[in-house]
Antibody, heavy 117, light 110 residues
Framework: DVQLVESGGGLVQPGGSLRLSCAAS????????VNWVRQAPGKGLEWVSY????????SYADSVRGRFTISRDNAKGSLYLQINSLRAEDTAVYYC??????????WGKGTTVTVAS | QSALTQPPSASGSPGQSVSISCTGT?????????VSWYQQHPGKAPKVMIY???KRPSGVPDRFSGSKSGNTASLTVSGLQAEDEAEYYC??????????FGTGTKVTVL
């Protein structure tokens, strides 16, 4: 089965850091671009970050640029999101999503990040 | 990177049709053919229902259709069924490998 599985979420204090992971299986991970999308409690979807198949091209939403770092390890079939200087407004479910010709066609179930003291 | 504007809610009886609008700008919806629609049931991950404005992935019923005019895209669900009750989000490519999502529309089957 084609699958993405996120991990690494948890409760963290404001100003803290987390590293989220997304493990891919069932498809050639190195051939696809991938995105992180988040959803705050009771709110809508927000695009967070993009990384090209090779990892050469990267982009971020204005709301996270400078604090979040996306990366990937194609040999391990894994995507990462390093989140620093966490704020209460970063509290959300974080999804990784495979991009396939400008559509996000495979999504993980998400990992929850809660920022609170 | 402002969110695309969708109506908060839409509803219809079983068998009826419902349409949802998604308004952006010339920098996103109006500037690209890469508008997608996602369905999300409570507690679940989103699922792509429409891509490239009008295309349906395999397995998505042909009751779902999409269109675009200028800076506004639309999703129409015909022949509403109970399982169509969900939150729907539009999304558009916004250039420079970035995306923007809509504010979301809760579809209720009466």
């Amino acid at each position: 089965d084609v699958q993405l599985v996120e991990s690494g979420g948890g409760l963290v204090q404001p100003g803290g850091s987390l590293r989220l992971s997304c493990a891919a299986s069932g498809f050639n991970f190195s051939g696809y671009e991938v995105n992180w999308v988040r959803q705050a409690p009771g709110k809508g979807l927000e695009w967070v970050s993009y990384i090209s198949a090779s990892g050469r091209f990267i982009s971020y939403a204005d709301s996270v640029r400078g604090r979040f770092t996306i990366s990937r390890d194609n040999a391990k079939g894994s995507l990462y999101l390093q989140i620093n200087s966490l704020r209460a407004e970063d509290t959300a479910v974080y999804y990784c999503a495979r991009e396939n010709f400008y559509k996000m066609d495979v999504w993980g179930k998400g990992t929850t990040v809660t920022v609170a003291s | 990177q402002s969110a695309l504007t969708q109506p908060p809610s839409a509803s219809g009886s079983p068998g009826q049709s419902v349409s949802i609008s998604c308004t952006g700008t010339s920098s996103d919806v109006g500037g690209y053919k890469y508008v997608s629609w996602y369905q999300q049931h409570p507690g679940k991950a989103p699922k792509v229902m429409i891509y490239e404005v009008t295309k349906r992935p395999s397995g998505v019923p042909d009751r779902f259709s999409g269109s675009k005019s200028g800076n506004t895209a639309s999703l129409t669900v015909s022949g509403l069924q109970a399982e169509d009750e969900a939150e729907y989000y539009c999304s558009s490519y916004a250039g420079s490998t970035s995306y923007v999502f809509g504010t979301g529309t809760k579809v209720t089957v009466l």
